[in-house]
């Protein structure tokens, strides 16, 4: 089992910068890949990012490129998600999630509760 705890959410204005982290607990021995997705209410949960258990290889989806930047540090069992030039399209509900690398919701096997990140206009 691994547990996922996201922090760094809140409320921002349009332009500014976010940094979200997520921390791992647990058993992270085995090499997982970390995804962050989002959420608003209502609607299904997105992919943003991935990292792969190296670092080496990272994909993001379209809206979020050029913004947002995943990154991660094994020795700290945390992985993080730089956003800047937010915009209120950014509101949501953010999650990270442990799994295989990928954009799917079914390549992760676990995920943390969610940061709020509301981005005011």
């Known amino acids: 089992q691994v547990q996922l705890v996201e922090s760094g959410g809140g409320l921002v204005q349009a332009g500014g910068s976010l940094r979200l982290s997520c921390a791992a607990s647990?058993?992270?021995?085995?090499?997982?890949?970390m995804g962050w997705f989002r959420q608003a209410p209502g609607k299904e949960r997105e992919f943003v990012a991935t990292?792969?258990?190296?670092?080496?290889?990272?994909y993001y989806t379209d809206s979020v490129k050029g913004r947002f930047t995943i990154s991660r540090d094994n020795a700290k069992n945390t992985v993080y998600l730089q956003m800047n030039s937010l915009k209120p399209e950014d509101t949501n509900v953010y999650y990270c999630?442990?799994?295989?690398?990928?954009?799917?919701?079914?390549?992760?096997?676990?995920w943390g509760q969610g940061t709020q990140v509301t981005v005011s206009s």
């Open positions: 990292i792969s258990w190296s670092g080496s290889s990272t």
């Open positions: 647990g058993r992270t021995s085995t090499r997982y890949a």
């Open positions: 999630a442990a799994g295989r690398y990928g954009s799917s919701v079914g390549s992760y096997d676990y």
